[in-house]
């Protein structure tokens, strides 16, 4: 952010590298199995403040709390099915360190799929955002800044 006023010019550092934050996408369409909770696999981030994750390989872990950096951080996801009638639901749940601690279920045929997690983190902590359906066949994750993102931004 940049103040000025009058010939002065005062700037100072972006909202995120003061608190930490991350935000993370995927590349390409991931096929998720009918009746399979699967870990969404992150494969680009467009700001990583301090380190939260590492994307060797196929990350699952969208976020890990390194050392010195717990506290209270505030979780955004959204993940967009490709488009599909079938089945009766599709859910979208974040896990702290494998434990379930929140889930939203949307009806059949729902491609959007939002959730937002407040939680308070301890170092070494992490989260994954996972997803499901029951449609009888593969359906894919969406890729794309606009379809499937997740946020994370300490808030305390």
Do not use: C
């Not at 972006?14 to 590349?27: E, L, M, N, P, Q």
């Not at 369409?29 to 870990?39: F, K, L, R």
């Not at 680009?44 to 976020?63: H, M, R, V, W, Y």
């Not at 994750?141 to 808030?155: K, P, Q």
Request: proline residues 3%; hydrophobic residues 35%; neutral net charge.
């Amino acid at each position: 952010l940049t103040k000025r006023s009058g010939a002065s010019t005062t700037t100072t550092k972006h909202f995120a590298d003061k608190i930490g934050g991350r935000v993370s996408r995927i590349t390409t369409n991931q096929a998720i199995p009918t009746g399979v909770n699967t870990a969404v696999s992150w494969n680009s981030e467009d700001e990583d403040t301090d380190g939260f994750t590492d994307l060797t390989g196929a990350p699952t872990k969208i976020f890990t709390v390194p050392n010195g950096h717990a506290g209270t951080y505030r979780a955004t996801g959204y993940v967009q099915f490709a488009s599909s009638a079938l089945g009766a639901s599709r859910q979208i749940f974040f896990m702290v360190n494998d434990v379930e601690k929140g889930r939203a279920t949307f009806p059949a045929g729902s491609l959007s799929m939002p959730i937002n997690f407040t939680w308070k983190y301890v170092d070494g902590d992490n989260l994954k955002i996972m997803v499901g359906h029951d449609i009888g066949v593969d359906l894919d994750v969406v890729a794309g800044t606009t379809f499937t993102f997740a946020e994370f931004h300490r808030v305390g």
